[in-house]
């Protein structure tokens, strides 16, 4: 009897025990989803290596831009524009005339450039508190129109230089070698099948037809 | 008498990627050219910027099913029966030695005796074949943005669009001007091969312009049953008026795509 009552609670211990386990871990994952989603981090632990994560900076500035002398500087500044003279009767185009038309935010879809890096004063997208800073733009610009964006999806190039250009390659070299290798390829099949399709209708423009043939 | 050289499948299968085709090819343009007038015309009729992207996602649902359906379509065929290999579709070595004899051909040389598929029309099918998958995957990345930086860079949209764009320009230009020329505007076809649409292909330039293939059949025993009398004319006239139709329709948007480059933001 007492053989008997032991060995079922041993069983009923083994294979309850298992779902209870279960369980717990599903709850776990279930309630951390959309925040491992957004972050890459599950707790204090990063558990997408290797992606975006809001928590490090990784668009380290290497590019000296014109911020009225005080070079890349500015970027980390809390009003990026604070040397430049006579700010205040100017555009943004007057000098950020490059990066003004090099984004399809603003060039179809007419977005002011203060709709995503703010009012005044325009903080450098490095300074800390800046919502363009990469730890948190994803949630403060981004999601205004892309709802969730998430830290990786935030490291879409806005101000996409033009693939075709030398400094590409230094600057995006993914987007520069896919995008030559992509036109190298059309490139060579309009050079092969151009001259070939002309050819062949000369050809023919000038063949008759031999009817009645068997 | 004409001579059947594609089944009514095939047929259904050429039909709609045309169809599907030239909406993907008006929409993404439309969106392309969206800063000229020309895009916004074009735009137009699909609701705008914003409704040229809806139909422009369904339909590429649509296509990939499509290829999705033809790859079924595919192994079946070849799983079912013994295919010749010249009524296969795979490059061989006969092909390259038919396209330098027709170079040949080309400065007055000794017309090559092409078989049931000539190397264009293989090259043809495999790069609709690489271009669906190219813009497929590029296409889905881009359809679901948020959820394809779940797995990948954000970065990477930035890849696909430009990859996505220069294989559909590709395409486009391709079909438009290549495939155009030699399925309707050689002298020899004008104003349309009627092949891939009713009335098959006519027996006579069959047998002049692909030899081999005939020689084929008629040793095989094969002609009679791939024989048949021409179609109706009120079919035919249909016929006409979707070729040409979309002739006329790639042909303009290659025109307006080249006058309008110049003016959009790259």
Known sequence: MHRALITSLFLVGLFLAVPCAAQEELAGTERYKLREASTGYYEEYEVIPGRGSPFKQWNTPSATLNTGGKGKVATYQADAHAQVSNYRHQRCESCHKETAHNNRHATRRNIACRQCHGTEPIAGVNYYFSPLNPIRRHAYVCAKCHQGASGSFAMYVVHEPSPLLAGTAESFPALYWVTWMMVAIAFFSFALFLPHTGLWMLRELFTRKKRGDK | ?266
């Open chain 2, 1 to 266: 008498m004409r001579l059947k050289r594609f089944t009514p499948v095939q047929k259904a299968f050429h039909a709609l990627l045309m169809l599907s085709f030239l909406v993907q090819a008006v929409t993404g343009t439309a969106r392309m050219y969206i800063e000229t007038n020309w895009g916004r015309t074009l735009a137009h009729p699909f609701g705008g910027y914003e409704g040229c992207l809806t139909v422009h996602k369904y339909v590429g649902l649509f296509m990939l099913f499509l290829f999705v359906c033809h790859l079924a379509y595919v192994l079946f065929i070849v799983m079912s029966k013994k295919i010749h290999s010249d009524d296969g579709l795979w490059l061989q070595k006969k092909d390259l030695k038919e396209f330098f004899s027709h170079l040949r051909w080309m400065f007055g040389g000794e017309a090559p005796r092409f078989e049931r598929w000539g190397y264009w029309e293989k090259f043809d099918y495999w790069a609709v074949f690489w271009g669906m998958i190219i813009l497929g995957t590029t296409g889905l990345m881009l359809y679901a943005p948020l959820e394809t930086s779940r797995y990948f860079k954000g970065w990477s949209l930035n890849v696909a669009l430009w990859v996505h764009r220069i294989e559909a320009c590709l395409a486009m230009l391709h079909i438009f001007v290549i495939h155009f020329a030699i399925a309707h505007l050689r002298r020899h076809n004008f104003p349309m091969d009627r092949a891939m649409f009713c009335g098959d292909t006519d027996l006579e330039s069959a047998s002049e312009e692909r030899p081999a293939w005939l020689a084929r059949l008629r040793t095989n025993n094969e002609l009679r049953e791939k024989t048949i009398d021409d179609v109706s004319a009120i079919r035919m006239v249909v016929t006409y008026a979707v070729g040409l139709g979309a002739v006329a329709l790639g042909i303009s948007l290659v025109v307006g795509g080249l006058m309008n480059a110049g003016l959009v933001n790259w």
